[in-house]
């Protein structure tokens, strides 16, 4: 629906919304997850750059105060094994 909308409202409306969006990312909106605290279980994170990582000792419950991926981000997950469960509670109020 709302591509519709943008299609019928013509050329400057899309690039409102380019500019827009542009301006959000340059804010912590479009960063690296961020914020983020173990609640529960064990986990570490650390960040080097644009690299981000988790690493948990099995299961482990994470509060973040924001989690967003750039496209020149990397955020990893590293579990001991496949039955490993990371639970990541996002507290942003932007979808």
Known sequence: MMLTLFRSTGQLTRL????LVWQICQSS???NPTGGTVAQGAA???STGSKLTITTAGNARINWQSFNI???ETTTFVQPSSSSVAWNQINEINP
């Open 70 to 72: 750039a496209a020149n």
């Open 16 to 19: 409102t919304l380019s500019v």
């Open 44 to 46: 570490s994170i650390s």
């Open 29 to 31: 909106a479009c960063a």
